[in-house]
């Protein structure tokens, strides 16, 4: 019997879809499914063999799921795990059981939970003063959250423009701050320029305090703890929430990946067309307005809109000519910040790391935290001096998690996963692999950790290490950023990434940006390509 196919041979593309997305990590899928329940024809093209961009799950080795970069989730809003029904996809989610486990070389520690009573009891071993501040500071810190929490789930206006549009957009703004007081709009310029060793300094005498929550302020960024502008980052990392509670973090079961593919899930239960292995090598612009892509296979694909989730450096200095952008808005592009001294180690480990000092249910509880190497600030900033001097750190940072302490499916019953995030090389390796300086890096990183965790070398069977040039050139994370950018003030909100070009519009009419380097920023949110959707339903609504 005559098939269809032997009839007419391949079916035919369709002959132009409402939406092409360029980039299959997190926020591209995100775009695609807030698209898609709009009712548009949306194809996704992800030029690797896996959908998730950073936030994938992979299998370096057999039995094994690693989350390869981004590795907890907090910054995602109640709000889009509502709208696309990510639990219904099946999104599991576990809350990590303390903030941080931090050793000492004296061989004290200091293990944060949320319980006031514990902390509380905990950094009282330290400063009873800090013991009665940190409540206070973790209000502070709320109260700046829920300040800027609103201001995520917005467009950022242009500031300084004056069309009736953008003037609309700078009052709804003003509004999103009634009620602002003196004290709070200090406390927010404070939190916006400060360092974070100026901000816990005003707060805290403990070093050891100070060593706890001086990395949140480090965590993607290319400065050490006293960097201007470090304490936002900090704030960037308090603004989640996970089940109502804010500033909590999450293991994902079956990795970060697993993020991902509930979001695709949506989108392609809303008509997505989703593919893998499918590498743009060109967005098609024609009489100064999107047309669609042209893959590396010489494939044509036409669309009414192409929405970027690449880095904005991708986009705008590999897909589009620059005879298509104005010279001013390319050379801000050129001078978009996106340094890294990133290193991403992943183990494959026999048997728990025994920590020592620890009571067997302080132990468990330990396991399911940020173990933290770092053990003050001035350690951290030796670190990052040591990568802006031009070497790897003698003493790295890292923050280690262990997964499989409450997800079963990652590895083969018995072994674990230790994933840890470290810093700094410097940020010159973007350009080259440097595998033999990357090995005796993590080989240092393991060292630091057996100071409190002895058996931990020989439990390793399997290591992954991952620098700034692999991420770039695996995962398209310019400069190896994980944030798709610097998050310093000149590169947030309604500057991000392009001043004039915060609101997910580009210089092209018919292209926009999607993905972490616009606002508000990196993290696993989704936010990017919820805020972008409702910019491109707006103009299509507008030109119908």
Known sequence: MLTLLSVFGPLAEPVEYDAIIVGGGHNGLATAAYLGRAGLTTLVLERRGVLGGAAVSEHPWPGYTVSTLS??????????????????????????????????????????TKDPAQAHDEIGKFSKKDADAWPAFSAYLAKIARLVRPLLLMTPPAVGA????????LARFAWKLKGLDVKTTGDFVKVMTLSVAELLEEWFESPQVKAARCVSGAIGTYGGPYTPGTAYVLLHHYIGEIDGQMAEWAFVRGGTGAVSEAIAADAREHGADIRTGARVGHILVKAGRAAGVALTDGTELRAKSVISNAHP?????????AKDLPGEFKRAIDRYKTRSGTVKINLALAELP????????????????????????????????????GKASVAPYSDGVLPTIVD???APAGKHIMSCFTQYVPASWSQAPHRQELDAYADRVVAGYERFASNLPGAIEHRQVLGPYDMEQEYGLVGGNIMHG???????????????????RTPIRGLYLCGSGTHPGGGISGINGRNASHEILKDLKRHR
């Open 71 to 112: 590795y907890v989730l907090s910054l995602m809003p109640p709000e889009i795990i509502a709208e696309l029904e990510l639990r219904r996809h099946g999104l599991t989610l576990y809350p990590l059981a303390a903030d941080y486990y931090v050793p000492f070389p004296d061989g004290s520690h200091l293990l944060l």
């Open 486 to 504: 610097d998050l310093t003030l000149d590169q947030l909100f309604s500057w991000r990434p392009v001043a004039g070009y915060a609101d997910y």
């Open 313 to 321: 450096k991708i986009t705008f200095c590999e897909l589009v000519d």
């Open 162 to 169: 004056k069309s009736p549009a953008d003037l609309l957009e």
């Open 408 to 410: 079963d499916s990652l």
């Open 354 to 389: 025994q920590f020592v000092g620890l009571a067997p249910q302080d132990s468990m509880t330990a396991a399911r935290s940020f173990i933290q190497l770092c053990d003050s600030m001035e350690y951290l900033e030796r670190a990052f001096d040591d990568a802006k001097y």
